[in-house]
């Protein structure tokens, strides 16, 4: 039933008339709009620290964390040049704080996680507390909670920033506010949260906050340690090795109402099956040596490098030695939405 030239130029008239009245024929992308599997422009990347690391601190020479609000180097997906996005939902980039330095408090509607590249000595205050940043810290700025970051140490200090500002722009939703002064005042002692809500307690008669975690300090030492602790029974999953998600700790949930965190290990010699899921992640390697196979790329990766991997796209890792791998994704949204989908690969499927 093909259709003639006659029938072609009738439709082409056609769609010309109702553009006018900003109108137009599903039928001419209906394919390319409903998928039957994800289909992105996002591409796998690396982003070697050995590579970036000195563009980062030498954008301390260009600008000041005060003039800039925040010195960041956003991390722009090759396939999503211009759009400010790692991946089609999540925003990252590396920050730098310099020593003495302020980046002026604000809040906004946006969720944010830093996790610690390199440096000691800065800090994010969140709501009135400070939390120190040491390496391989997570730490979190849930929506519309007040945060400035700042540095009393004597090294640069760069961080992984990650947030969920393409969600906030599909919805329209952003608010941003300044706070008066660069810094918020300290209203509680360093530890504070983690003391009322991060020892497997909460203060009798609290209201639960359902929406993110009231814990906004998760450190290396204390993930280390129980991924430690827990590799000596020697179950691996052949997807993920030894994987735990981070909670806020009132509800078991994910630490924020969008973005949900990782951190895995793979032991030496390591080699996980093929596994691809719907929420596109973004990995920075904590400790260790591997490689990793994302679609038709494959990178090899040491210590702080960055490589997101696209919705859907499969992924495999092999540890050359111990690994340990942090990772973040919208994946909290997309269970909230009843999205999250995931493929496990068995030794004989490739993906
Ligand atoms: O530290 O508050 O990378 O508001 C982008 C937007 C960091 C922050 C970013 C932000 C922040």
Redesign the pocket.
């Known amino acids: 039933m093909g259709s003639t030239k006659t029938e072609i130029g009738v439709r082409e008239k056609f769609y010309q008339d109702i553009d006018s009245h900003n109108m137009a024929p599903l039928w001419e992308v209906f394919r390319s709009l409903v998928t039957p599997t994800p289909v992105t422009l996002a591409r796998p990347h690396c982003w070697y620290y050995q590579d970036v690391r000195d563009w980062v601190l030498r954008a301390g020479d260009v600008i000041t964390a005060r003039e800039a609000e925040?010195r960041?180097l956003v991390l722009e997906n090759p396939g999503l040049r211009g759009q400010t996005r790692i991946t089609n939902s999540l925003?990252a980039?590396l920050?730098l704080i310099l020593p003495g330095e302020v980046?002026p408090s604000?809040r906004?509607t946006?969720s944010?996680l830093r996790f610690i590249i390199e440096g000691t000595g800065a800090y994010t205050a969140v709501d009135g507390e400070r939390a120190y940043m040491e390496r391989g810290d997570l730490i979190l700025?849930p929506p519309m909670t007040w945060?400035d970051?700042g540095s009393n140490g004597e090294v640069p200090t760069v961080w992984l920033?990650g947030?969920d500002?393409p969600i906030i722009q599909t919805f329209d939703a952003s608010f941003l506010e300044g706070f008066p002064e660069d810094s918020q005042p300290t209203t509680k002692p360093e530890g504070d949260s983690r003391a009322r809500y991060g020892r497997n307690m909460r203060p009798l008669d609290t209201q639960l906050k359902n929406t993110s975690s009231p814990v906004f300090s998760y450190p290396y030492a204390d993930y280390r340690e129980a991924l430690e602790k827990m590799r000596l029974q020697e179950e691996w999953d052949i997807c993920h090795g030894l994987k735990m998600t981070f909670i806020n700790p009132q509800t078991g949930g994910p630490v924020m109402p969008t973005i949900a965190a990782f951190v895995q290990l793979l032991p030496k010699a390591f080699s996980t099956s093929p596994y691809r899921s719907t929420d596109a992640s973004v990995y920075t390697v904590v400790d260790g040596e591997g490689r990793a196979f994302v679609g038709d790329e494959e990178f090899s990766l040491t210590p702080n490098d960055i490589f997101v991997v696209p919705s859907w796209c499969p992924l495999q890792l092999n540890a050359e030695e111990d690994l340990v791998l942090f990772s973040f994704s919208d994946r909290s949204a997309q269970e909230k939405l009843g999205l999250w989908r995931e493929q496990r690969g068995n030794k004989e499927d490739s993906l």
């Open positions: 925040r960041v925003y980039g920050q980046a604000h906004h946006q944010a700025t945060h970051h920033d947030l500002i």
